[in-house]
């Protein structure tokens, strides 16, 4: 029964988080960014993940990662779309993953570390898919990013996980 | 924010203010030559010299290049996301237009003989 109770929590919330990384995504669009470098996105989706590697399982959030990339590419991308979503919410996935295991990081070092790798696994693919080396001029504008969208979502995330913390230590002294 | 935090940001930085003076610094001069690739291919190389519309049509789709006054511009294209549109317009060498749908890409190079050169030849000579 307690069993029973706690795995359908567990996937009710996965499928909450899913849905709200979802929006995020979706939501996006609305926001252009412009640093010379076209498709320079925010990354608001890596909220969920950011916050997510601080309170769940990194399979669980791992699995929600990737369930919002293929359902954001099946319903309004085509296969290229996925493959870079896909590159660089995996490679992202990774580092965030070990660097939040290393002593010293806060959330908002996790998060920039996950912007930049992001976009260094994006320019990778992307110059595949070209077959052209030129493409990594972009480079280090692309690691500009990472940084500054990094940052911005880390502190974010920061103020989401202390108001959750706190949210949590209160309904557990009820 | 943790030291830790600060310092990989600026790790990333600092590589970033490197790798662009390594990547800039050695060809900044103006280029003479557009050259086009699709899938890794050539696909054709045009004069930055005279103005010309070149237009590209490949199994991928269509794009039209603009060569005005030396410096080349995507004027339109046919891909999904139109980014390749707004890339500007691009003159110095090694500066490209991507359209990743397309697998294409416009890269300005120089053949030796700059365009400034050409412009330093005097059109006519008088004795």
């Known amino acids: ?174 | 924010m943790k030291k830790k935090d600060l310092i990989l940001a600026g790790a990333v930085l600092l590589l970033a203010g490197i790798l662009a003076l390594a990547l800039r610094l050695p060809k900044t001069e103006n280029g003479n030559t557009m050259k086009v690739t699709v899938d890794g291919e050539v696909y054709g190389t045009y004069s930055l010299a005279e103005n010309q519309t070149v237009k590209i049509q490949t199994g991928h789709g269509t794009n039209v290049l603009v060569i005005e006054n030396g410096s080349v511009h995507m004027e339109e294209a046919d891909c999904p996301d139109g980014y390749c549109k707004r890339q500007g317009t691009i003159s110095r060498v090694n500066e490209t237009i991507v359209c990743l749908p397309h697998k294409l890409v416009a890269e300005v190079e120089s053949d030796g003989s700059t365009t400034d050169d050409a412009d330093d030849a005097p059109d006519v000579i008088v004795k």
Not at chain 1, 7 to 12: D, G, N
Not at chain 1, 55 to 65: D, T
Not at chain 1, 98 to 113: C, D, E
Not at chain 1, 127 to 155: D, E, H, S, W
């Open chain 1, 1 to 174: 029964m307690r069993d029973s109770r706690t795995a359908s929590r567990k996937i009710a919330l996965c499928a909450m988080l899913m849905a709200l990384a979802m929006i995020f995504s979706y939501v996006e669009v609305l926001i252009p960014i412009n640093l010379g470098v076209p498709g320079i996105k925010l990354g608001i989706a890596n909220l969920v993940v950011v916050v997510g590697l601080f309170f769940f399982p990194a399979g669980e959030v791992l699995m929600i990662s990737v369930a919002r990339i293929l359902l954001m590419g099946y319903l309004f991308g085509n296969g290229m779309s996925i493959l870079y979503s896909l590159a660089g919410g995996l490679l992202s996935f990774l580092v965030m993953f070990l660097l939040k295991h290393i002593k010293g990081f806060s959330i908002t070092g996790v998060s920039i570390a996950g912007g930049v790798t992001h976009n260094v696994a994006q320019i990778c693919v992307a110059a595949l898919v070209v077959q052209n080396r030129k493409l990594f001029y972009y480079l280090p504008a692309l690691l500009v990013a990472g940084v500054i969208t990094g940052m911005l979502i880390g502190i974010l995330s920061d103020r989401i996980l202390s108001a959750v913390k706190r949210e949590g230590r209160k309904s557990s002294s009820r």
